[in-house]
Nanobody
Framework: QLQLVESGGGLVQPGGSLRLSCAAS????????VGWFRQAPGKEREGVSS????????YYADSVQGRFTISRDNTEKIVYLQMNSLKPEDTAVYYC?????????WGQGTQVTVSS
């Protein structure tokens, strides 16, 4: 059983930065395709970024391309989401998930608020 715990959220001013962490326990994370999603109040959950377990290829939503960077530390079993140049519209609860075959795990989420 894989458990995921997100951390690193908080309140930041526009233009600021945060680094989110998705820490895994129970199983190794390097065999999983890992993604970051977010859900703002009144909106559907949307995919933000992901990193492949096969070749470490990455994906970014257009809205975060050039500002967010996803990376993984397989030794520490953590996937990071570095978020720079944050905008108020980035405000949301951020979730990570891990997928391998038919199995998907989700974390509990961490709140990111971008406001002056």
């Amino acid at each position: 059983q894989l458990q995921l715990v997100e951390s690193g959220g908080g309140l930041v001013q526009p233009g600021g930065s945060l680094r989110l962490s998705c820490a895994a326990s129970g199983l190794s994370l390097d065999m999983y395709h890992v993604g970051w999603f977010r859900q703002a109040p009144g909106k559907e959950r949307e995919g933000v970024s992901s990193i492949s377990s096969y070749d470490e290829s990455t994906y970014y939503a257009d809205s975060v391309q050039g500002r967010f960077t996803i990376s993984r530390d397989n030794t520490e079993k953590i996937v990071y989401l570095q978020m720079n140049s944050l905008k108020p519209e980035d405000t949301a609860v951020y979730y990570c998930n891990a997928i391998r075959g038919p199995t998907t795990y989700w974390g509990q989420g961490t709140q990111v608020t971008v406001s002056s």
